[in-house]
T-cell receptor, first 112, second 115 residues
């Protein structure tokens, strides 16, 4: 059983398009996260939600908008994609805030 | 401000050698969590360990061991008798135990274990 799943795994799109990445966890966790990993493997948190409430909203462009319809889902919508958005995006969850995180397989976004 | 430093960007060892990955952190919080994660070539991130700041006891899990020293703000990770399957990028991370619990990851250490 997949604990944290993301779709799609790969996303290739052109500049200016809008795209979404979906994340679901079946671990019963309260907290979910989005991270961006760049080509140098640097991991940076973007957002975190706890019980559907936004907790962390890092200084990312407002073209990025997370949505948590319920505790098990945290989706990421990106408007007007730019070349610099190309990266691997990881979703993660933890039982509660500060807990160890369980990561999804990542979504490799390529903007051309 | 919080910071996690992994000064070793890449380490290469020959199989069966022992290797230590360094992690030094900075925080003003009196209580915090420290973590290690592994990212193998397949790309997923795997949780290895969490340590509370009030618990300085070292931990051993099979070939893996962790040395937490508050006095030097270090949380080092040793792999004994390394194997090719240990080849990965290893990340150290820090989280406060209050507020937003914002994780700060180090920049990672790429470990290559050669057969």
């Amino acid at each position: 059983d997949t604990a944290v799943s993301q779709t799609p795994k790969y996303l290739v799109t052109q500049m200016g398009n809008d795209k979404s990445i979906k994340c679901e966890q079946n671990l019963g966790h309260d907290t979910m996260y989005w991270y961006k990993q760049d080509s140098k493997k640097f991991l940076k948190i973007m957002f975190s939600y706890n019980n559907k409430e936004l907790i962390i909203n890092e200084t990312v462009p407002n073209r990025f908008s997370p949505k948590s319809p319920d505790k098990a889902h945290l989706n990421l919508h990106i408007n007007s994609l730019e070349l610099g958005d190309s990266a691997v995006y990881f979703c993660a969850s933890s039982l509660n805030m500060g807990g160890e995180q369980y990561f999804g397989p990542g979504t490799r976004l390529t903007v051309t | 401000a919080q910071k996690v430093t992994q000064a070793q960007t890449e380490i290469s060892v020959v199989e069966k050698e022992d290797v230590t990955l360094d992690c030094v952190y900075e925080t003003r919080d009196t209580t915090y969590y420290l973590f290690w994660y592994k990212q193998p070539p397949s790309g997923e991130l795997v949780f290895l360990i969490r340590r509370n700041s009030f618990d300085e006891q070292n931990e051993i899990s099979g070939r893996y061991s962790w040395n937490f020293q508050k006095s030097t703000s270090s949380f080092n990770f040793t792999i004994t008798a390394s194997q090719v399957v240990d080849s990965a990028v290893y990340f150290c991370a820090l989280s406060p135990t209050s507020g937003t619990y914002k994780y700060i990851f180090g920049t990672g250490t790429r470990l290559k274990v050669l057969a």
